[in-house]
């Protein structure tokens, strides 16, 4: 069987850099850090303080007050992003068979602030069970595509992927699938995120994954520098309209870029800590390069998992020189994590969206806050460190890895 080519046609992206694309690629180039103290809640109880939250977002800017009610943030995000990657895509929402449009999204968490929420209301009450009706329908990660198929009519294939941090990454590389496997001619595909609240914060600190630098936020998310010390987290959404290209051709759609394939694999070590020598994180690039019926050399750029922890940046790293030898000198790497946080469920998203305007705009955005190299990182890598590179950007990849060993990567192709 042939399996069909797919493009990208539409992106959205809500970030903390930035509330659409145009505003974040232009803080992943100039190299805006998202971080800062919270604002959401009181944290001076934390141990970490601070994280990467949307900056100047009013959901009543985008949906009306009622209907933003009955959702949990998670998935406002994820209709704001959606909008903007169909409107974006320009598909004629009167002509497209609905039938074959379909949405498949990405969370790792879900509506974890609603339950946060429900569950300290009972507890502040007189033990009679007093729960909001919209309890359930706003915590099931899987609402988020019902949400968005409902405003658009998309009856095509609708499910959530939930694969920890590797969620958004997972919906993508099945988007593609259903397309090129011909189920649909376009999916609308992407993930989101909403755990910067006190649950969120306790739950990740507890694990000691987060950084506790707040007497500098800003330089907290420093992936492969010497000082690292954990994550930031992040919060937003990430959208890609995925398009048969026969499809895409027909109606003259402006094309992003080619989506070249998917891989996956597990680590099959340890539920949140890398196989020391990133033996998942090879096995994954190696089939998503096989995926895409292209050699390591083909390669020109990764934005790499890069959370800015201890053992998962070295773990990578090593991975990377396994699976491109000599040609891994040759690479421009780069963590947009340094600047926009973790967003969990939707770093794979929203890091595919930074691959993809890497290709169309010939620039490989930095990892921002390096200070010193590690003795144990390969410093002749080319990390991208501080600025961006101009470069010819032909073939990109993106990893994605998530607690219990998950691995997803995605290949992107530039389009000609």
């Known amino acids: 069987m042939e399996l069909k080519r797919v493009v990208v046609t539409g992106l959205g992206a809500l970030t903390p850099i930035g509330n659409n694309i145009e505003e974040y690629w232009n803080g992943l180039i100039n190299g805006v850090s998202g971080a800062a103290p919270i604002t959401r809640f009181d944290a001076s109880k934390f141990k ?49 068979d609905k039938d074959r449009v379909g949405v498949i999204w990405g969370a790792g968490v879900g509506g974890l602030e609603t339950f946060q929420n429900e569950v300290l209301n009972f507890a502040k009450g007189d033990g009679t069970p007093k729960f909001n009706p919209f309890f359930i329908p706003k915590m099931i990660p899987d609402i988020a595509p019902g949400y968005i198929s409902i405003k658009y009519g998309f009856r095509g294939p ?31 595909t992407g993930g989101s995120e909403a755990a910067v609240i006190e649950s969120g914060m306790a739950g990740f600190n507890a694990m000691h994954a987060l950084s506790t630098r707040n007497d500098d936020p800003k330089t ?40 070249g394939g998917g891989g996956l694999s597990a680590d099959a070590h340890h539920i949140t800590a890398p196989h020391p020598e990133g ?46 030898g000599d040609h891994a000198y040759k690479i421009n790497i780069n963590s947009t994590k340094s600047m926009t946080g973790h967003l969990l469920g939707a770093a794979g998203a929203i890091e595919a969206i930074a691959s993809i305007l890497a290709i169309n705009n010939g620039i490989v955005p930095p990892t921002i806050n390096h200070f010193e190299d590690d003795d144990d990182i390969d410093s002749k890598l080319n990390f991208t460190f501080n600025k961006p590179q101009k470069r010819d950007i032909k073939v990109a990849m993106s990893n994605t890895f998530g607690f219990g060993g998950h691995n997803a990567c995605v290949l992107f192709k530039k389009f000609d």
């Open 158 to 188: 609708n499910f959530t992927t939930v694969s920890a941090c590797a969620s958004s990454a997972n919906a993508i590389i099945d988007a593609l699938n259903y397309i090129r496997l011909g189920y649909a001619d376009v999916m609308v």
């Open 48 to 96: 970490t303080r601070f994280a990467c939250e949307l900056k100047n977002f009013e959901v009543t800017d985008f949906i009306n007050r009622k209907d933003a009610r009955k959702m949990d943030r998670f998935t406002q995000y994820a209709m704001v992003a959606a909008d903007e990657a169909v409107l974006n895509s320009k598909l004629d929402l009167e002509k497209v």
């Open 220 to 259: 907290a998310s420093r992936p492969f520098d010497k000082g690292r010390e954990g994550f930031v987290l992040g919060e937003g959404a990430g959208a890609l309209i995925l398009e048969e290209y026969e499809h895409a051709m027909a109606r003259g759609a402006k094309i992003y870029a080619e989506v």
């Open 279 to 324: 033996l998942g994180a090879k096995l994954v690039m190696l089939n998503c390069i096989r995926d895409a019926g292209l050699k390591p050399e083909d390669v020109d750029a990764i934005n790499m998992h890069g959370t800015s922890t201890p053992l998962g940046d070295i773990a990578e790293s090593k991975a990377i020189k396994a699976v491109f």
